[in-house]
């Protein structure tokens, strides 16, 4: 495992710096961020990514289900004076539908790929984002070398052991237990694996769905990878992120806008889904 997973103000503060140099301003793009801008993350964790969305004014608030995770999240900030909302609960029973609270912007960050109920769970979020409200989701694609998430291993060798997540379910459990990982790990190595999400069975999540892209970001080198390993973000190239399941094996992180297809004008194009460049 890796000293950031154990040194949680460290995790808290690298999330902070990466949304503040990448997440700001890829959701500006879609987005004016007036002060005020009601934001919501699901699956906030120590709430991270919600700082600099804070320090510019906008009204944050993250739920997750750890109440460990928000407690700490709760600390972090108090800590700052700055002023935040955070809840434990789990999103599915997270009810907005009698006019509660819409949000302009919704970040899910490293969540999709956690999650099993994925249809049930896109159809949930709708209720919570705001007429022309965005959604910014990002996540690693799972051919990816890392895409097991098996960095949080305990044992070395295996937390930096890549694709190998990408073996038959039988011989990945095997090999997880002969290192040496404990039983909580390989049941959450194990879950990942059963709630893989690849780039094009996310697409058919949304469209299936009644979501929206309006852009997609592919990245060679995760943004988030300055702050963990001092390395340059890159973007996939265009080349390959045009080759269906190939180019999963090459992003290690995506990044989605999207829309609601009720919320969209007429005039606004139906998609815009190439990699910036």
């Not at 469209?207 to 990245?219: A, F, G, H």
Request: hydrophobic share 35%; with cysteine.
């Amino acid at each position: 495992m890796q000293e950031r997973h154990l040194d949680r103000l460290r995790y808290f503060t690298e999330l902070a710096d990466t949304s503040r140099e990448f997440y700001i301003d890829y959701v500006r793009k879609y987005y004016t961020i007036n002060d005020g801008c009601n934001v919501l993350e699901v699956g906030c964790g120590e709430g991270g990514n919600l700082l600099p969305f804070a320090e510019i004014g906008c009204n944050v608030t993250g739920i997750d289900r750890s109440e460990q995770r928000i407690a700490e999240a709760k600390s972090f900030y108090e800590s700052m004076n700055i002023k935040a909302k955070f809840v434990s609960i789990d999103f599915f029973e997270l009810d907005n539908a009698n006019g509660g609270e819409k949000y302009d912007i919704v970040l899910v960050h490293d969540v999709i790929e956690h999650i099993r109920r994925k249809d049930e769970f896109l159809k949930h979020l709708q209720q919570f984002v705001a007429n022309s409200g965005i959604i910014f989701w990002r996540f690693p694609a799972w051919q990816m070398p890392f895409g097991g998430h098996q960095q949080i291993c305990r044992n070395k060798f295996c937390s930096k052991l890549p694709f190998f997540h990408l073996l038959p379910l039988s011989i990945y459990r095997r090999l997880l237990y002969s290192f040496g990982e404990q039983q909580s790990c390989v049941d959450e190595l194990i879950d990942i694996k059963m709630c893989r999400v690849s780039i094009e069975k996310f697409e058919r999540l949304l469209k299936s769905n009644n979501y929206i892209p309006v852009n997609r970001c592919l990245w060679l080198i995760n943004p988030h990878y300055k702050q963990k390993f001092n390395l340059k973000p890159r973007k996939l190239p265009a080349l390959i992120s045009h080759l269906r399941y190939i180019r999963n094996f090459f992003t290690t992180s995506c990044f989605y806008i999207t829309k609601l297809e009720n919320t969209l004008h007429p005039a606004n194009p139906e998609l815009s889904k190439e990699t910036e460049r």
